[in-house]
């Protein structure tokens, strides 16, 4: 493999991967989606499971996960969620990468996923053949992977990331000075340095998702909605991340919505948040930000097909059939235990400091 680099990032040819058509909505009565409800209510009961599911999930998914005990969370609190509560099985409504993670830290734990076919095109893109044999061509660096990856990539990294806490993992491992090698998500890279000033050698993967919203489009949008505030994911392009207000993970962008005084926002990042958003905020309106196209908001172009092949139906046909189930071999999860592990220590020791400066 020849490595070539523009700035730092890295030339290299990713595989190809097919990205599934969008589900059709369903066509469920309220008086359906009851009886639905109800019956998986039951089946968690039953079987001692517990439902874990990422903000951009189906809207119904995650207001049952939270009437149930479970959690609605971005991927750094699904994967602590799963460590701390008691149930012996975790039904993960997310993509691939989610579930896993939650098999490797809980490798005692049954783990379910309503699709294994939900996958994520950063983790697509980074098979471990191709990253390993980058890692071994620079040896002298930090290997930094975003959560969004294999199980086995992430066995072998130094440490695993989500949008959520790569900042200050990325300030303190070059405060120690050490070099470091990020993949997969180029965008979210590309931001991290800017933010940080730390140079990385970046991987070129993407979201196919967050790389649709359009700069141009945007500001016209803006320039409609003067009173709006401006919500970004950073796996969107730089172009889209220098017209936000607020730049963060789903819980960030969330947390903007209750912070923020504006009464309108216009949101980059998958439109499944609208759920959450609108439980906290009501009484403000929220629009996707556009996609490709002259400034026309095409909704299905910021969907995830990929979390849309989550739904309350297939939730209850794994819990009743007990498929789906997530393996991780015992080896491979102690390898890629250790890099989460130590996101999770990370992120525990930073909440602490916060904590004792805020009673200082
Ligand atoms: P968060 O970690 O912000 O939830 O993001 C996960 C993801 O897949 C974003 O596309
Ligand atoms: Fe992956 Fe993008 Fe879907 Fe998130 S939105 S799961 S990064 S493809």
């Not at 890279?189 to 730390?198: A, C, F, H, L, P």
């Not at 498929?323 to 990370?346: C, G, H, W, Y």
Request: net charge negative; hydrophobic share 40%.
């Amino acid at each position: 493999m020849t490595t070539t680099f523009s700035g730092q990032l890295a030339s290299i040819r990713l595989p190809t991967f097919t990205v599934p058509s969008l589900p059709p909505s369903h066509t469920r009565s309220p008086q359906e989606t009851n009886r639905l409800k109800e019956r998986i209510r039951r089946l968690l009961q039953e079987q001692n499971a517990v439902l874990v599911a990422h903000y951009y999930t189906d809207g119904d998914l995650q207001d049952l996960a939270e009437e149930t005990g479970g959690c609605v969370a971005d991927s750094l609190e699904m994967a602590r969620f799963g460590t701390e509560h008691p149930a012996s099985t975790l039904v993960v409504a997310g993509v691939r990468f989610m579930g896993e993670t939650s098999k490797i830290l809980n490798n005692e734990k049954r783990v379910l996923m309503p699709d294994l076919a939900a996958t994520c095109s950063l983790d697509e893109g980074c098979p471990i053949d191709l990253f390993s044999r980058f890692c071994d061509e620079h040896p002298d660096y930090t290997v930094v992977v975003y959560a969004n990856t294999s199980a086995e990539v992430k066995a072998r990294s130094d440490w695993v990331v989500t949008s959520g806490i790569a900042l200050p993992i990325v300030r303190h491992l070059a405060e120690r000075g050490e070099k470091i090698l990020w993949a997969p998500d180029q965008h979210l890279g590309r931001y991290v340095q800017r933010m940080t000033g730390v140079e990385m050698l970046l991987w070129p993967g993407s979201c196919v998702v967050h790389e649709e919203f359009r700069a141009e489009a945007l500001e016209q949008m803006m320039q409609r909605h003067p009173g709006a505030a401006v919500l970004v994911h950073p796996e969107s392009p730089q172009t889209v991340v220098d017209l936000a207000d607020v730049v963060g993970s789903t819980t960030a962008l969330i947390q903007a919505v209750r912070d923020l005084p504006n009464p309108e926002f216009i949101v980059a990042t998958e439109p499944g948040i609208f759920n959450k958003m609108k439980q906290v905020a009501p009484e403000k309106t929220f629009f996707v930000a556009p996609t490709a196209g002259e400034g026309a908001t095409c909704e299905s172009c910021a969907r995830c097909a990929w979390m849309a092949m989550n739904s309350l139906e297939k939730v209850a046909e794994v819990l009743e059939s007990g498929t789906n189930e997530i393996l991780v071999s015992p080896q491979l999860a102690a390898k890629a235990r250790v890099p989460i592990q130590r996101m999770l220590d990370f992120a525990k020791e930073m909440k602490k400091k916060e904590q004792t400066s805020k009673k200082g």
